[in-house]
């Protein structure tokens, strides 16, 4: 395991180096989103007779904005899935072959990396939520969340792990890359709160992995989760881990036999 945390340390030194790249993921991944939510929500609920729509006011739409965004921000596998994508297509992958390096590990350990500046910003960014009473503070969502995070991020990474070995076959994924964005954008709640959505699309999407890349750990961090509703999405996430990491286990075993030492 020393070896992976090495990976992390390594990854982690390379991506704030860049500081200047960090303001602008910064502002681009997370204040614009904000200010367009705020923008978006306030709008919509001082034009409703009574300020709500769908059961929340202004307050708790935003408050919900601001951590879907964030959470959001933590599964984004865009670099890491471009990163496998051309470690495939350029022969790298020859060179974890020949290690005691598992290469779905070592990968993972760059995507950690990567979302460790984000995930430091949503900590004080919780801290403070609860210092001013935007969130109700509570030891245990806090606990609960984390865990949920964590688990949305091993379910988002084996889902661009998958996508991204299509590279032995492919010469370029990006738009299957695409495709995915724009399908997670809409099913984990960045557009709108999935409880937004019909009921028979929400009884439908509870037994999907999407909603809770980001909607449910959203809701458990602002608190508007029972215990009971914790406890069956972790029941499912942890189920659709599972099943994507044996998947993604199948599948590579699968692509090797169609490597070629020059590339995919």
């Given at each position: 395991m020393?070896?992976?945390?090495?990976?992390?340390?390594?990854?982690?030194?390379r991506?704030?180096?860049?500081?200047?790249?960090?303001?602008?993921?910064?502002?681009?991944?997370?204040?614009?989103?904000?200010?367009v939510?705020?923008?978006?929500?306030?709008?919509?609920?001082?034009?409703?007779a009574?300020?709500?729509?769908?059961g929340?006011?202004f307050?708790?739409?935003?408050?919900?904005?601001?951590?879907?965004?964030?959470?959001?921000?933590?599964?984004?596998?865009?670099?890491?899935?471009?990163?496998?994508?051309?470690?495939?297509?350029?022969?790298?992958?020859?060179?974890?072959?020949?290690?005691?390096?598992?290469?779905a590990l070592?990968?993972?350990?760059?995507?950690?990396?990567?979302?460790?500046?984000?995930?430091?910003?949503?900590?004080?960014?919780?801290?403070?939520?609860?210092?001013?009473?935007?969130?109700?503070?509570?030891f245990?969502?806090?606990?609960?969340g984390?865990?949920?995070?964590?688990?949305a991020?091993i379910?988002?990474?084996?889902?661009?792990?998958?996508?991204?070995?299509?590279?032995?076959?492919?010469?370029?994924i990006?738009?299957?890359?695409?495709?995915?964005?724009?399908?997670?954008?809409?099913?984990?709640?960045?557009?709108?709160?999935?409880?937004?959505?019909?009921?028979?699309?929400?009884?439908?999407?509870?037994?999907l992995?999407?909603?809770?890349?980001?909607?449910?750990?959203?809701?458990?961090?602002?608190?508007?989760?029972?215990?009971?509703?914790?406890?069956?999405?972790?029941?499912?996430?942890?189920?659709?881990?599972m099943?994507?990491?044996?998947?993604a286990?199948?599948?590579?075993?699968?692509?090797?036999?169609?490597?070629?030492?020059?590339?995919?």
């Open positions: 020393r070896k992976y945390l090495f990976v992390y340390r390594t990854s982690l030194r991506f704030i180096e860049y500081r200047g790249e960090l303001v602008i993921d910064a502002v681009g991944k997370v204040l614009i989103p904000i200010s939510q705020y923008l978006l929500w306030r709008a919509i609920t001082s034009s409703a009574d300020g709500k729509i769908a929340y006011d307050p708790s739409l935003f408050q919900y904005s601001v951590f879907s965004i964030l959470i959001f921000n933590l599964i984004n596998t865009d670099f890491v899935e471009r990163e496998i994508a051309r470690s495939i297509r350029e022969g790298d992958l020859n060179k974890f072959l020949s290690k005691p390096v598992d290469f070592y990968y993972f350990m760059v995507f950690v990396a990567d979302c460790t500046p984000v995930m430091s910003a949503g900590v004080i960014v919780y801290a403070l939520s609860a210092l001013f009473g935007a969130v109700a503070a509570s245990v969502n806090f606990i609960f984390a865990l949920m995070i964590v688990a991020m379910v988002a990474f084996h889902l661009a792990f998958l996508i991204a070995l299509l590279a032995f076959w492919m010469d370029e990006w738009t299957l890359t695409t495709m995915k964005n724009l399908t997670l954008w809409f099913l984990t709640g960045q557009l709108i709160p999935l409880d937004m959505f019909p009921n028979s699309a929400q009884r439908i999407l509870k037994f992995p999407f909603g809770y890349l980001s909607f449910f750990p959203a809701k458990i961090f602002t608190g508007s989760l029972a215990v009971g509703e914790i406890l069956f999405g972790f029941v499912v996430v942890c189920s659709w881990a099943l994507l990491y044996l998947s286990r199948l599948f590579w075993n699968y692509a090797l036999h169609k490597y070629g030492a020059f590339g995919g």
